[in-house]
Structures are given as C-alpha cells and as structure tokens.
C-alpha cells in the first residue's frame, strides 16, 4: 500500500471535515409544516405588522424557493401528497377529512416515514395529522415511532364559532388518547410541540432522524400562548405567525448545538393559501390571485425555506417550480432508499435544492386538482393553463373579523393561459397571443386525464387507487370513541 493510500483518508479529514462526516451518517431531515400560512405570511415574501426573524435567518443561511407549490390548496389532500410523493387524487383522498371519516391513508402506501424507517431512521410527527382519525390510519401505523398532536384540524371542534355537530377533539400520544381538547391546549400547542420536537432531537442526535412538525396554526381557530399574546401591531394572527418563527428557531438552536447543521436539512413550507374568508384572522397570498381552496397561485404556491449548512447555498433564491410530490423522491435518493413499489408523481429534485449549476426542473408539467377529482390548471415552467371550471371568491372582496368568516361567491373561469413570469397574479389571458403554448398544455392535462380523470371532462383514469377504507364494525368502533354516550349530538 502507498503512502499516499494511507494518508488519503487523514488529509480529507483535515481539509474537508464535512465529507468525514457525510460518509458517517446519513442526513437529518425535518420539515416544518404550517397550516393555512399564506405566502406572504414570512419576512422575506414581505410579511406586514410582525416578524419572523428566524425564518427569514433559514433563508439567509439556506435557499428562498419562489416557487414552490401545494399539490392541492386544502388541508388532507395537501398532506397526503408531502407524505406519499402522489397527486392525492391517485391515492384517493380529497378535500378535508372529517372526524369519523370511513377514508384514510391506506396501508399499502408507502409515507415518508416509512421510507426513512427502512434505512433505521428515527422518526417522529408532532402536530395535526388529518389523514383519518381511526387508529389505523394514524401515524404509528404508518411508519412514525413518536406521535403527539390532534387527528383532524383544530376547527373541527364543538367551541369554534362555524363548527357543526363536531365531536369533541381528542388529543393523542400515539395510539393513546389522552383527553380532549380544552382552550388551554389550544393555547399551549405551539409550545408543547415546539418543546417535543427539541426533545426529540436532542435524544436522536447519535443516529440519523425524520421529523415531521405540521402545526395545527394559523389554521382558525387562532390560539396563542400568553408569552406571544399582543405582541404584534398585526393582532392575533402576527401573534400566532411570531410564535411558529420562535418555534423555528428553537428548532434549528437545538439542531446546532447539538452540532448537526451540516447532517440537518430543514424545510419549513405550508400546506396550503390563506383562508381569506377570516379577514384578520387569516393570512396573505402575497401578489397571488385567490387563496385556500382554489387553484389559483395563491390557494397553492407556498412559503418555502430550506436550510443544510454547506451543502445549501446561503442566501440564495430559486425561482424554479418544485412541489411537495417531489420530496419523497428526492429524500429517497438522499438517504439512499429505495422508492415505493407502487407509482408514484413526485421526481428527484435534489439539484434544484442544493443549487446546482444548471439544474432545472425534471416535470414536463405540474397537475392541480381540486375537489372531487376536478382538474383545475396545469402548468409547465412558467406557464399555466387555467381549465374551465367553478371556483370561490369572497363575496365583497373582504373578509371577515374576530374569527367570523365573511361569505364566499362562486364565480366561473373559462380557458385562460397565464405567463407567471410577467403575470404571477393571474391577472391577463395571453390564450390568444401563444396558441402553441395552449396546445401544448393542453395534451398534458389530456395526459392528466388520461391517468388520473377527470370529474369536469367526465373522463376516468387508469392510475387511481382506493384510499384506506374502514369496516362498519370499525365505523361503528369510532363513532363510539367520538360518542360514548351512544348518540350523536345535535
């Protein structure tokens, strides 16, 4: 053997002590997932009357993304799509999932967690779950070791001012119940959460880890703890977004003095647009057109940082499309791990993340969906073809106050094509001017269609798969959990 064999390993050590330590462990991941947080809800999207200094210090020592998009602008779909890499259509679950819901994730779709399980991940999901609320469907069956949140949003809950014949919300340690929730819960969660996920890092920072933090907030109804409360001229709602950025930074504080800033990729990003129908106590879409619920750039581009010291470039921006279906793939590809048996949308974007030199966007288009498997829009770079279809808007252009909501008015849209470059509000048609775009796009929502239907064309899909499904036996068992006294109330 050389000299030079011998020394190799001693001079990469000395000169390149974050390769030593690559080769050592496999990455860290955390993701930071906020509920109804608009894209202009952080600093650096030009948040008003509050600060998120700590989000805006991942996007100083991380990468901006622009660009970055929910699968679908509603709470179970969006969650579903970050967790199985699938449109959530393909996998059967739509809209908002109910408690006592007979849908969930089925067992046979394969998560995030259990994708870093099989490479001897820890793993943990701290916050709400809304992919059903049976046990089957909840997280400990589902690849998670470590659970601690509610079922379903915190607004499906008999206190809340719009809430109709909800049953008590539980809150749940695992597979265990632990009471139900109470305004003082409410109130904490942000703390106990935050305080969990610390813990949990604290614990596992000998041995690779997933962590998975969706906040229940600023989904309405708004809670704050009393270290937080008035604290912004932005009112409840700058109160609320202050807490989650603390929350952000006792994350990544724990994450460095454990010494894991180069083994940690964090990504904090929401679930879906700002529920505009709230008014104050909702968020901002920024420039975007419309919110939650919708189709349009602010029901689905997100508020997105990602942090990995020296393999991230610090302070950079990326103005490239990427999608919460991308993640499972290219964290697969990170750790190594092989991908799911069964199809899957999402595609590695690694490149995109870590900023390299001439990295693009491996999508010939993004689908958005809606409702009962309504095909919406379809995009490609930065072009977006609007299809024909029925979406909401406020009735009087202004929401609602105190955490009343003002009534939505459904408006139609016909074919429209929009350049986001020049346009990103949606604001002008150039249908007219750029038919081969049209055409173009138009074959791949045809090809959208073909796969995954179409409930506005009448067009069924061959890739569609059945969501977890319960028993009437298991029904009945859940209805009896959420109604012990053996009747629902009224």
């Known amino acids: 053997m050389s000299k030079f064999s011998v020394l190799l390993p001693v001079l990469l050590f000395v000169l390149c002590p974050g390769a030593s330590r690559a080769a050592e462990r496999s990455p860290n991941v955390v993701i930071i997932f906020t509920d109804d947080q608009g894209y202009g809800d952080i600093g650096v999207n030009g948040a008003e009357g509050y600060e998120t200094p700590n989000i805006d210090r991942m996007a100083k020592e991380g990468r901006h993304f622009t660009r970055w998009y929910a699968a679908q602008g509603v709470c179970s779909a969006s969650r579903t799509a970050l967790l199985t890499g699938c449109y959530p259509n393909r996998v059967g679950i739509h809209g908002a999932l109910g408690p006592g819901s007979r849908t969930g994730i089925a067992a046979e779709e394969t998560t995030l967690a259990e994708v870093f399980k099989s490479k001897g991940y820890a793993t943990a999901a701290f916050g709400k779950w809304h992919l059903g609320d049976h046990e089957k469907f909840l997280p400990l069956q589902h690849g998670f070791d470590e659970y601690f949140g509610i079922p379903y949003s915190n607004d499906m809950w008999p206190q809340h001012p719009t809430a109709k014949n909800f049953p008590p919300l539980p809150l749940y340690q695992g597979n265990e119940r632990l009471r139900i929730v ?8 942000t703390t106990w959460l935050t305080a969990k996920a610390v813990d949990f890092i604290n614990r596992n920072r000998e041995r690779p880890f997933f962590l998975y933090v969706p906040h229940p907030q600023p989904h309405v109804p708004l809670h704050v703890s009393d270290r937080f409360a008035g604290k912004t001229k932005r009112g409840l709602f700058g109160d609320v977004i202050s807490e989650i950025d603390w929350s952000v930074g006792e994350i990544l504080n724990a994450i460095d003095t454990n010494g894991l800033g180069e083994d940690t990729l964090v990504i904090f990003t929401s679930d879906n647009g700002p529920w505009l129908s709230y008014g104050t106590h909702a968020g ?3 420039p975007f057109r419309e919110g939650k619920g919708t189709a349009w750039e602010g029901g689905v581009r997100e508020p997105t940082v990602m942090r990995w010291t020296g393999r991230i470039p610090a302070g950079t921006v990326c103005g490239d499309p990427g999608m919460n279906i991308d993640l ?12 799911p ?7 590695d974007i690694l490149p995109l993340i870590l900023g390299a030199e001439g990295a693009k966007n491996p999508h ?6 809606y409702k009962q498997n309504e095909l919406q829009a379809v995009s490609s770079g930065t072009w977006k073809l609007v299809l024909p279809h029925t979406y909401r808007s406020l009735k009087d252009g202004k929401g609602g106050d105190g955490g009343l909501p003002a009534p ?16 990103p509000g949606e604001t002008t048609d150039v249908s007219a001017a750029n038919p081969e775009v049209v055409a173009r796009l138009q074959q791949e929502a045809e090809a959208a269609r073909a796969e995954l239907g179409d409930n506005l064309t009448k067009r069924k ?11 009437d ?6 209805e009896k959990l959420h109604w012990p006294e053996g009747r629902k109330k009224g």
């Open 473 to 478: 036996e298991e029904a009945a068992e859940l």
């Open 408 to 423: 939505y008015q459904n408006l139609e849209t016909g074919l429209a094509l929009y350049d986001l470059d020049g346009d």
């Open 284 to 286: 901002s879409a920024g």
């Open 461 to 471: 899909g061959v890739g569609n798969r059945e969501s977890g499904r319960l028993t």
């Open 341 to 347: 048996p069964r199809k899957i949308d999402g595609k």
């Open 328 to 339: 499972l793939p290219t964290l697969a590809g990170l750790i190594g791990a092989d991908l």
């Open 182 to 189: 109470d305004e003082h819960d409410q109130r904490m969660m």
């Open 364 to 369: 010939e288009s993004y689908w958005y969906y």
